[in-house]
């Protein structure tokens, strides 16, 4: 844990990732939960093997390190054991994570109110009632949104996933983009542009594919694929830890949150992210960019 901050969650702990031997060519996926994480997953994994009919298996092939669920002695073994290269997912912010020179790590963020109302479907599919004070099913005072707003970067809260959380992965991973191994996405530009995001990930990555095999990749990575199929490319998909997988595919769209918030607390999400943000780094957090490589 040198020169790292410490993570510690009721769900996570980032100390798990002093068990991880790194290798080189690691691909790291890091962001807030609800961001794109699995959509970035399933890229990288068709892009490594350059298979469209690729079974993902993200939980175990492409482990979430900081979850507590599984005992990270056995998780350790498994990714030594692995071949293949590798690729680990992390909902830690970057000054938490153990950074190698050549390992790549590929940071996604979202606009932050529509990561929140796809956190708020997330937590009614989920059995883990940890958070359920902070995400109550009827909540007609408003009491998600206000603990959104005022939960803290680290400790529990940021398991909950709060602005300030998610505030932490923006600033650190900036901090950190002109490495040439770190490299920002938006989920607003995978959206706009999925073919880019794939060529630019390939670069990235060195995978490169024919333009036939691109194509294949592309299709299978659409967000109506894997809401179709989403048993095999769900976390954990077809073993019944959500209540409904297809419901972890939500609907993928963006704004949701418009008419859903009264002005106060609009104005009160303004106000913290101008307090914290510059004007252009807002505008990229919030609507993506042209692709480019750092905010």
């Known amino acids: 844990m040198t020169n790292r901050k410490l993570y510690l969650g009721p769900l996570t702990d980032n100390r798990r990732w002093d068990m991880v031997n790194i290798r ?3 691909v790291f996926v890091v962001t807030p939960p609800k961001c794109g994480t699995t ?3 399933t890229i990288v994994a068709l892009l490594l093997s350059g298979d469209p009919e690729v079974e993902t298996e993200l939980s175990v092939k492409m482990p979430w390190v900081d979850i507590r669920i599984r005992e990270m002695a056995e998780v350790a073994e498994r990714l030594d054991a692995m071949t293949q290269r590798r690729s680990m997912k992390s909902h830690t912010p970057l ?10 790590y590929i940071c996604v963020f979202r606009h932050p109110l529509d990561a929140h109302f796809s956190m708020r479907k997330h937590m ?4 883990m009632p940890w958070f359920n004070h902070w995400y ?3 909540d007609e005072e408003g009491i998600a949104f206000r603990r959104f707003l005022d939960g803290g970067a680290e400790g529990f ?13 923006y600033q650190a991973a900036k901090a950190l983009a002109d490495r040439p191994n770190v490299s920002l996405f938006h989920y607003a530009d995978m959206k706009r542009d999925l073919a880019g995001v794939f060529a630019k990930l390939s670069t990235l990555l060195d995978t490169p594919h024919s333009g036939a095999v691109m194509q294949q990749l592309l299709a299978a990575a659409t967000f109506d694929n894997m809401r ?5 490319y769900a976390p954990s998909g077809g073993k019944g830890f959500f209540k409904s997988d297809t419901a972890f595919f939500h609907s993928g769209t963006s704004g949701k949150w418009r008419g859903h918030l009264t002005d106060d607390e609009l104005s009160a999400y303004d106000a913290m992210m101008n307090a914290h943000l510059q004007p252009e780094d807002r505008a990229w957090l919030e609507n993506g960019s042209a692709l480019r490589d750092t905010p």
Not at 95 to 104: E, I, V
Request: charged share 30%; glycine share 4%; hydrophobic share 30%.
């Open 24 to 26: 080189p060519d690691d």
């Open 39 to 41: 959509w970035m997953q």
């Open 95 to 104: 000054d938490g994570l153990p950074l190698d020179d050549q390992a790549q």
């Open 124 to 127: 009614r599919n989920i059995p």
């Open 136 to 138: 109550p099913e009827e």
């Open 157 to 169: 809260d940021g398991d909950a996933m709060p602005l300030a959380h998610i505030l932490r992965h």
């Open 228 to 232: 179709q199929n989403a048993e095999r």
